[in-house]
């Protein structure tokens, strides 16, 4: 009876055992089953990529396992929809909110886009080089999620002479010229108030000033003194003493504004020379002569004489008359023409290129502004002929001259005349 137990009983044991073993195989073949039949999948989010393994059937599932909470804006791919296979990439971006300012005019957009010149292309933002960021294109965009842009106009500039169209993104003048790297020196000013706002529209105008010192030196006329000489022969007359011009130095300030000047100050006057009379004898002398033949053939020799140390005593009815051939080149133009005499009243008969007039009564003459017609210049005039520019006169300028003649008869018969002159050279 007791080996009938103990056998009873080992069968048992072994069932158990058997039912024990074939439990754990079972388990064990799930577990190995399950882990095997899962899905290898690698999830990408927010640039950080991990290995999942899923029994997911779809994108969704698989972002539901892994506790992501989907927004609206946030960016998945492939689409959570999608059914999950072995060695899938799938991508989870999550968007954010981002302030873009253009000109002080702000908007919010969601996007999953890092760098700024992507923002701005999903925003349809578009910028020129010119445009003022406040982060670069290629950048990351920073923490505080927001973009400033400034948007560049062209204003035009005036700058001495130069005119030009300047892009900008300056709110002010002041702003303005130093974005441009506009230097003023000690005297330019600008034409705007430096506080004035910049506009499309805008003109900033520059005025270059300067400062400019000129020292001019001008003749002073001598005097001419008359001595009377009672060794020296009635009606005669004889320069004593060469009279000398003097010299008168000014000194001026000019200021110019873009090169033109505007005023011109006289700081300073000296006398560099003082001019020397000059002096000349009168005589006095009469002589009294005999009515015999020789008398009478000196008589008639100290009245040519006399007429031709002072032509004033020729006849009334004398004119002018010279050759007037024209020559075929020169600067032709026309100017208002007077007459002078060597003879006239505080005349000295000496031009101002030094020539004794009174001593060369055949020279034809005239008397110009220097600065239309150069002393020295060969010049033909209407109804004179050609004559030579050797002198001036404080009345001869602009295009005025004075044609030299012999006799006060000769310049009032000549009068004043629209004439027609060439330069010859």
């Known amino acids: 009876m007791k080996q009938l137990f103990l056998r009873s009983w080992c069968n048992k044991q072994t069932v158990i055992i058997c039912i024990i073993s074939l439990v754990l195989f079972v388990s064990v073949f799930s577990v190995v089953y399950y882990l095997s039949t899962k899905k290898s999948i690698m999830l990408e989010m927010n640039r950080e990529t991990i290995e999942v393994s899923t029994h997911a059937k779809t994108v969704e599932q698989l972002l539901q396992e892994q506790n992501i909470d989907v927004a609206a804006h946030d960016k998945i791919s492939p689409s959570p929809s999608t059914p999950i296979v072995n060695d899938m990439a799938i991508s989870w971006k999550q968007a954010k909110k981002v302030t873009i300012s253009v000109d002080g005019n702000q908007s919010k957009v969601w996007t999953t886009e890092t760098k700024v010149k992507d923002i701005l292309k999903e925003a349809n933002i578009e910028v020129s080089e010119h445009d003022s960021l406040s982060q670069e294109l290629d950048t990351e965009l920073g923490a505080e999620n927001e973009i400033s842009i400034q948007k560049a106009f062209q204003v035009t500039l005036v700058d001495d002479v130069n005119k030009r169209k300047v892009w900008s993104t300056s709110t002010t003048v002041a702003n303005f010229l130093k974005e441009n790297g506009i230097q003023l020196n000690e005297f330019d000013r600008i034409k705007n108030n430096l506080e004035d706002a910049i506009t499309p529209q805008s003109k900033i105008v520059v005025v270059r000033v300067e400062k400019v010192i000129d020292v001019v030196e001008n003749s002073l006329n001598f005097e001419i003194i008359k001595e009377q000489d009672a060794s020296l022969e009635e009606g005669k007359e004889t320069v004593v003493t060469e009279g000398q011009k003097g010299l008168i130095i000014k000194t001026y300030e000019s200021i110019k504004e873009n090169g033109k000047v505007v005023a011109k100050n006289l700081k300073s006057e000296s006398k560099g020379k003082e001019p020397k009379n000059q002096v000349v004898a009168i005589g006095t002398k009469k002589i009294v002569r005999s009515k015999n033949s020789t008398d009478t053939t000196a008589k008639k020799e100290?009245?040519?004489?006399?007429?031709?140390?002072?032509?004033?005593?020729?006849?009334?009815?004398?004119?002018?008359?010279?050759?007037?051939t024209e020559p075929a080149i020169g600067s032709e133009f026309y100017v208002i023409a007077t007459a002078y005499t060597p003879y006239c009243k505080g005349c000295s008969g000496t031009s101002a290129t030094g020539i004794n007039l009174r001593l060369n009564p055949d020279m034809k003459a005239i008397a110009v502004d220097p600065s239309v017609i150069k002393l020295g210049s060969k010049v033909w005039v209407e109804g004179y002929g050609t004559a030579i520019a050797v002198d001036t006169g404080g009345a001869i300028k602009g295009n005025k001259i004075d044609i030299l003649v012999q006799s006060e008869t000769q310049a009032i018969n000549w009068g004043v005349k629209r004439v027609r002159i060439k330069v010859i050279n």
């Open 302 to 324: 100290s009245t040519v004489s006399d007429s031709t140390v002072n032509p004033n005593s020729m006849d009334s009815k004398s004119t002018i008359s010279y050759d007037s």
